[in-house]
T-cell receptor, first 113, second 111 residues
Framework: EAEVAQSPRYKITEKSQAVAFWCDPI?????LYWYRQILGQGPELLVQ????????DSQLPKDRFSAERLKGVDSTLKIQPAELGDSAMYLC???????????FGPGTRLTVL | QKEVEQDPGPLSVPEGAIVSLNCTYS??????FMWYRQYSRKGPELLMY????GNKEDGRFTAQVDKSSKYISLFIRDSQPSDSATYLC???????????FGAGTQVVVTP
């Protein structure tokens, strides 16, 4: 069964350092999403890609967060510099549209010290 | 006020009981309704996906959507300890647009 892949699964960093997360969506899925999930809350959308184009990044803190999907396949989410409040689970999801829904990867748990 | 409201629980039930979960929402434009199961420190796993109103059944799981009341439900029959997880509702105005998630309800099924 096809799955969304994410790495690393866990990341511990000190504040002011740079971190990067990687996501490989299900093959053929044109839409890719990055979510942030704080403990005890539902996921919140950070950025949505359609192929290599950003569709929605209204909730992405652009002063420190950046995301790219250069070839319309895999994607990288970067935080620079990391802050204590960035500690959360970062989830990647993909979908094919056309009535399909979103499928999530295992997530990257970030701890900022 | 959040667009999607979900009681965080925890909801504790004995093994074999029916688990009843629900979400309310305020945006009448929502057309797609999903339920995800999330085990601790894992990514959400899709359980049920429905479009518009009505019921959908898949094994032990039944999803109901009542758009007139802006209310969705998930029922789990013959609950098992392995059903212990957080259940997230999500909804969207279109199939590939932005999802709005509830906060999740923690379910504990005791043997």
């Amino acid at each position: 069964e096809a799955e969304v892949a994410q790495s690393p699964r866990y990341k511990i960093t000190e504040k002011s350092q740079a971190v990067a997360f990687w996501c490989d969506p299900i093959s053929g899925h044109a839409t890719l999403y990055w979510y942030r999930q704080i403990l005890g809350q539902g996921p919140e959308l950070l950025v949505q890609f359609q192929d290599e184009s950003v569709v929605d990044d209204s909730q992405l803190p652009k002063d420190r967060f950046s995301a790219e999907r250069l070839k319309g396949v895999d994607s990288t989410l970067k935080i620079q510099p990391a802050e204590l409040g960035d500690s959360a689970m970062y989830l990647c999801a993909s979908g094919s549209g056309g009535g399909d829904t979103q499928y999530f990867g295992p997530g990257t748990r970030l701890t900022v010290l | 006020q959040k667009e999607v409201e979900q009681d965080p629980g925890p909801l504790s039930v004995p093994e074999g009981a029916i688990v009843s979960l629900n979400c309310t929402y305020s945006n009448s434009a929502f057309q797609y309704f999903m339920w995800y199961r999330q085990y601790s420190r894992k990514g959400p796993e899709l359980l049920m996906y429905t479009y518009s109103s009505g019921n959908k059944e898949d094994g032990r799981f039944t999803a109901q959507v009542d758009k007139s009341s802006k209310y969705i439900s998930l029922f789990i029959r013959d609950s098992q300890p392995s059903d212990s997880a957080t259940y997230l509702c999500a909804m969207s105005t279109d199939s590939w647009g932005k999802f709005q998630f509830g906060a999740g309800t923690q379910v504990v099924v005791t043997p």
